[in-house]
């Protein structure tokens, strides 16, 4: 049990042990974790020089946006807005989204896909996977560098295991040796395996390169081949923003769909990040798995399971949100809308790679691979991330997010290209403070 559950549930011991008793198994291991959101609070509070801690993007001290967006805000009838949307997602928004995803990923030319469930946002996508396909003790691989609520949904909520394996080789690249080792030896003990896929990589910001993706299609292929279940999930929040050229521009759903009868393909991809609408809410989930009879039947039964699930915990996402997505998304400014932010980000990316090729760092961290995405992280030679964060903050009024003893992200999503040399010199400065 997590220390912070134990910790919740001695306080409520004490002041009223019948109320333990009543708790179900699972509430008696809940707890509100003490990481991105409690950091990005305390930064909140105390950052008034610079905050790179919560995954949005911001411009000029403004929340990113498209004027497609804002514009349509005040313009909804109340039967756009105000009603109950459907559980599955409004209609229109779901041929939409879908339409995008075959737009985006050339690679889906020719497969049949489910029509995306809308969810309340990526999280619900996920809780809602977990719903439906997650078993307690079921394996879950996952890369050693890993979102944390992974773990509140999957682990503490389902029950599931997650089984890690080391991210990055010693090239700097994905390791393929060491994923396809967790494959193998998950394999082994278990009928079926359920596999996350997260490119970009939050917290890393790395996006696998064509070749590393052929590599992991090859692998769960073959478990599939040796009579394995695979489910290999695809988090695509950050789809889209990726800075350079020789990685993969598309899902690794887009691969791994339609491929073969024991692989199923489960995309989870939102509005979310992509259209710069964190507070609306909205996402997406789509299957992709290779049926040999009556394909539509099966697809439409999933959508009425994951349906169901979506009924029976928020009984539905937010009709206005869903609405302001779709009008958006047929704006004709749109396309030049993902366009200009896209290359605010860019700019961003690259600025950070530059600062941190200086020599002036190289003594006090290294740097993870990063290409894509809204953060990056370095890691920490010789000083504490945890009490260099606290350091920075209460000093000089720099947010970052720590990440175990040794790891710091960083959210240039919400930085100016101006101030980012500047935050890491404070960086720079802490770690020289605290040694000293």
Request: charged share 25%.
């Amino acid at each position: 049990m997590n220390p912070i559950a134990k910790e919740l549930n001695q306080v409520i011991q004490n002041g009223n042990p019948f109320l333990m008793e009543m708790l179900s198994e699972i509430g008696k291991n809940l707890f509100f974790p003490k990481g991105i959101l409690l950091q990005s609070a305390e930064a909140k509070e105390k950052a008034h020089k610079l905050n790179a801690t919560i995954g949005i993007a911001t411009e000029e001290g403004s929340t990113m946006h498209f004027h497609s967006i804002m514009h349509n805000i005040k313009s909804f009838r109340p039967r756009e807005s105000l009603t109950y949307a459907p559980s599955l997602g409004i209609s229109e928004l779901r041929e939409e989204w879908r339409m995008s995803q075959f737009n985006k990923n050339p690679s889906l030319a020719g497969k049949m896909l489910s029509l995306p469930v809308v969810t309340c946002g990526i999280t619900h996508a996920i809780s809602v996977f977990a719903d439906l396909w997650v078993d307690p003790g079921d394996a879950i691989i996952f890369p050693d560098m890993m979102w944390g609520n992974y773990n509140l949904i999957l682990s503490t909520r389902k029950g599931a295991r997650i089984s890690k394996y080391v991210m990055f080789d010693d090239n700097g690249g994905f390791n393929l040796k060491g994923f396809e080792k967790k494959v193998n030896e998950e394999a082994e003990k278990n009928s079926k395996i359920i596999v996350m896929l997260n490119f970009p990589n939050n917290p890393t910001g790395y996006t696998i390169t064509e070749q590393e993706c052929d590599g992991i299609v090859k692998i769960l292929v073959k478990t599939a081949q040796n009579g394995t279940n695979v489910i290999a999930v695809a988090d695509d929040a950050y789809f889209g923003l990726f800075y350079e050229e020789n990685i993969l521009k598309e899902s690794i759903f887009a691969h791994l769909a339609d491929i073969h009868p024991r692989l199923l393909a489960v995309k989870l991809d939102g509005a979310t990040k992509e259209n710069f609408v964190w507070g609306l809410r909205i996402g997406f989930i789509t299957y992709g798995g290779k049926i040999e009879n009556n394909a539509e039947s099966v697809y439409d039964a999933l959508v009425r399971k994951t349906g169901g699930t979506v009924r029976g915990s928020i009984s539905n996402a937010s009709h206005l949100g869903q609405s302001v997505v779709l009008r958006s998304m047929r704006d004709k400014d749109y396309p030049a809308e993902k366009q200009e932010k896209f290359d605010i980000l860019c700019r961003r990316a690259i600025r950070v790679k530059e600062v941190l090729g200086f020599p002036k760092y190289q003594e006090a961290w290294d740097v993870y691979p990063f290409n894509s995405g809204y953060f990056m992280c370095i890691r920490l030679k010789s000083t504490d991330a945890e009490a260099l964060r606290v350091h920075i903050l209460d000093k000089y009024g720099v947010g970052l997010i720590s990440m175990g003893p040794s790891n710091l992200r960083v959210a240039f999503s919400c930085l100016e290209e101006k101030d980012i040399e500047e935050l890491f010199d404070t960086v720079l400065k802490g770690v020289e403070d605290l040694e000293t």
